[in-house]
């Protein structure tokens, strides 16, 4: 038996889908990403969301303000596609250095409610946007009341997604955290215009997490875990060394009060222990030699942006992640507070 690997050097990973929120929250959030990553795709779901290209700029400072000094870190920013988003905005996204547009379909999930309620209403934006070479990022939930939460995904495949392909086949589409084996076929299917994200949490956790001896609100995030075949397919999609499926924590921090609530808010926040999380995963399938790729070049390659050069280490190590963060007035609970990791990011 050869001895298991203890040490792993990787490229500068980048993340390809996060959310640090505004204001006093990005003190705490942004320097747990910048430790880790060169490079976060910054979803732009604020309240008012983000659809400007002056609005994006001015979110990218306010994000740079954030990171530590002495370390590199890139925010690539996206705006958020509305009903009347107009076509020539795409211009101006562009020499931003706008990087892509986030599709939330009205009401799906967090701050959504300025989403889009028919995608025929976005087409000469997104005509603009397949010439510009911006890419549409897609929240991939239909969100019809009918139709089961568990399945919403996989009826957005038919319902949205094929048909928005067939009318842009040179759109580059990030099929943004896939949860299901519909899903990661469907990418594997789609030619290489499509792309997926994958979360550490709906690599590490299959929906039971949720109701473990009680309901456990930080396991809630949309699109809500799924069953275990769902979370094998996805583990088998994330280490198959294809480059169509790449990592995307979707680190998405609420205070506590308003996760543990009535109605609490959906999102996890992984982001202090992003890496470690993923590796645990990896490990787990056997499969830590193809992680690099996953983390640190897929995402990349398919943006069009150079690769990182520098390096992270990380090596396995038991500890425990801080059981909360202090969060502007508020607290902010870690995924899986209380439990200890496996690897450690060296610094
Ligand atoms: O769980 C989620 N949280 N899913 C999303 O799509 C949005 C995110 C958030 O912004 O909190
Ligand atoms: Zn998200």
Redesign the pocket.
Known sequence: MPSPIDTLTLTRPDDWHL?VRDGEALTTVVPHTAAQFGRAVI?P?LKPPVTTAAQALAYRDRIAAAVPPGIAFEPLMTLYLTDNLPADEIARAKDAGVVALKL?PAG?????DAGVTDLRKTYRTLEAMQRAGLLLLV?GEVTSPDIDLFDREAVFIDQQLIPLRRDFPELKIVF??ITTREAAQYVQSAGPFTAATITAHHLLYNRNAIFLGGVRPHF????VLKRELHRQALVDAATSGSPQFFLGT?S???PAHLKEHASG????YTAHAAMELYAQAFDAAGALDKLEGFASFFGADFYGLPRNSGRITLRRETWMPPASFAFGAAELKPLASGEALQWRLQT
């Open positions: 959310h979803m779901n939330y799906a999930t967090t701050n959504s929240h943004e955290h809630y995030c949309l699109p979707d998405a921090p609420h808010c959906a999102g996890c």
